[in-house]
C-alpha cells in the first residue's frame, strides 16, 4: 500500500482540528473498505513521547490502482493547555501505518491555549525528513547550549558549589578545613603504602622527597576527576524533589560537582606549590602550562559527568560499578608508579589514556620545567572537547524522563 498526498488541509473551530485529505492509491493493488483506513497519533513535540491514539476512518468505497479518495477527519483536543504533534497517516489493516513504515504522512504541530486549539503549521513529510530537520537544527545547539548553560545559571553553579563544599563537613569539628584535610590524608596514606613500604622510586631521583614530588603531582587532577566522576551517578536521585517539582536546570548539578571537586584540588595545590618551594626552593615559570592541561581536564569531566549521571538515572547500580572503575582506571595509570616500569607492549595502550597524558603534563610542567608534549595535548584537547559535547547531548536527550523513573 502506497498513498500519495494530493491535498491535505487543517483547519481549528473551538477544541477540534478538521483534517481533509485527498489519497491517490499508487499501489499496484485496490484498496478495499474494511481494509484500509486513515487514523491519527498525539505525541508529545518536546519529548516525542507517544500520548494517545484517535479512532481510525475508513474509506466507503474501492480505490483501484491511480485512483483517488478524499478523507475528512475531526480530531478532539485535550482542554489541557499544551502543545500538541499530530501524526495523521494512512493505515493498511495487514501492515500497520505507513508512516512507521517510512511512508509519506500529514504533520500537525498544534497548541490549545484558553480552551481553544490553533493549528500552528502543517506539512506533508516522512520520518527521515523529520530526523533530517531535527539534526540540522539541533548541531549549532550542540556547541551552544553546554557553554549558554552554564553562563547563564553561573551564580546558581557558584552558590550551589559553595553549598555543597560546606555541607560535606558543616557540624565537624574541622569543618571546611576538612577540604584541605582530605585530600592530604588521602596522598599521605598513598604515600606511605607505595614510598615508604612499597619503596617505589622515579626516575634518576632515589630520594624520598622525589618520589613525594612526583606522586603528589600525578594525584592533583585525580584528586578532582576521580570526587567528581564518582558522585555523578547518584546526582539525579540525591536531587530527585529538582526533579519532579521545580522548572530547575538539571545539567547545572554535574557543573556544581565539577567546580567543587576543582575547588579541592586547587587547596592541594596550593599545598603543594608550598611544598615545592620548601624542597627545591623555586616554582618553575613552566607551571603557567597547567592553565592548557586544567581546561580540557575540566571538559573531560564535566562530559563524564554529565553522561553518568543522565545514566544513573536509569540504571541504580552504576554508582557501584563506577568505583570499581575508578579504582582500576587509578591502578592503570602511571601516579603511584614510574612509567618506566611499565612493558613496552602495554604502554602502547595505556598512553591513549586521557588521565594519562594529564598527569604526565602535570609533571612536565611542575617538575620538569618544561612544556607538556604537544602532540598527546592537542589530542587530549580533542577527546575533551567531544566527550564535553556528547556527554551534554546525552543528558539533554534523557533529561526529560527522569521524572518518570525517579
Known sequence: MKAAFEDAQAEAAGRTV??????????????????????????????????????????????????????????????????????VSPIDRPDGWAYARGERFFLIDAEVKDGEARVLSSEITTR????????????????????????????????????????????????????????????????????????TRFGADNSRYGYVLYFLAGMLPWLAINEAVGRAPNVI????????????????????QTLAALVTECFATLVFLVGLLLIRHAIPATAFWLLAVIVPQILLTLGLCWFLAALGAYVRDLGQVIGFVLTLWFFTTPICYPVA???????????????????????????????????PLWKLWVLSIVIFLIGHAWFYKLRKSFADVI
Not at 485529505?21 to 478495499?32: A, D, G, I, M, P
Not at 611499565?342 to 618544561?370: D, T
Open 128 to 199: 527521515r525528513e523529520m530526523r533530517r530537520r531535527g539534526w540540522r537544527k539541533a548541531l549549532p545547539k550542540i556547541f551552544v547550549n553546554p557553554l549558554e548553560s552554564i553562563w547563564r545559571n553561573r551564580r546558581l553553579i557558584q552558590s550551589m558549589a559553595q553549598r555543597d563544599i560546606l555541607a560535606r563537613y558543616r557540624g565537624s569539628l574541622g569543618d571546611a578545613f576538612w577540604t584541605v584535610l582530605n585530600p592530604l590524608l588521602l596522598m599521605a596514606t598513598y604515600y606511605f603504602v607505595f614510598g615508604v613500604v612499597l619503596r
Open 341 to 375: 616500569s611499565l612493558p613496552a607492549s602495554a604502554l602502547v595502550i595505556l598512553k591513549k589514556n586521557p588521565l594519562f597524558v594529564i598527569v604526565e603534563a602535570y609533571r612536565a610542567a611542575l617538575l620538569e620545567g618544561r612544556a607538556p608534549d604537544f602532540g
Open 237 to 256: 536521585a540525591e536531587h530527585r524533589n529538582f526533579v519532579k517539582k521545580l522548572v530547575f536546570p538539571l545539567e547545572t548539578l554535574s557543573v556544581t
Open 18 to 87: 478538521s483534517v481533509r485529505l485527498v489519497l491517490q492509491n499508487r499501489s499496484r493493488e485496490t484498496w478495499l473498505p474494511g481494509s484500509f483506513f486513515v487514523g491519527w497519533q498525539f505525541f508529545d513535540p518536546e519529548s516525542e513521547r507517544f500520548l494517545l491514539e484517535g479512532e481510525w476512518t475508513g474509506i466507503t468505497q474501492p480505490v483501484t490502482p491511480g485512483g483517488q479518495t478524499m478523507v475528512t477527519l475531526s480530531i478532539p483536543f485535550s482542554p489541557e493547555p499544551g502543545g500538541y504533534r499530530v501524526f
